[in-house]
């Protein structure tokens, strides 16, 4: 099989980075493709993970993502 143009420009790009970047940009690429994978074999798993984060919301143990931002890592209380 051919690789599309695409495919192409992105490898031409990721050739013109540093080994470091390539690498950082590779990991994150093959985890979107897993991501992809595992949820078009396991349709279930997507419904699965919404219905827990609404738990989640719900029981209060999430934070804003606004106010996480604002705050250091260790400032962050812990709801567990």
């Known amino acids: 099989m051919d690789m599309l143009p695409e495919t192409k420009q992105l490898f031409k790009v990721l050739t013109q980075l540093p080994d470091e970047k390539q690498a950082q940009l590779a990991t994150q690429i093959l985890e979107d493709i897993q991501w992809e994978i595992t949820l078009n074999e396991t349709p279930d798993l997507l419904e699965s993970l919404i219905k827990e984060a609404k738990a989640d919301v719900k029981a209060g143990r999430t934070y804003d993502l606004e106010d996480v931002m604002n705050l250091n890592v260790k400032?962050?209380?812990?709801?567990?």
């Not at 400032?75 to 567990?80: E, F, S």
């Open 75 to 80: 400032d962050v209380p812990d709801k567990t």
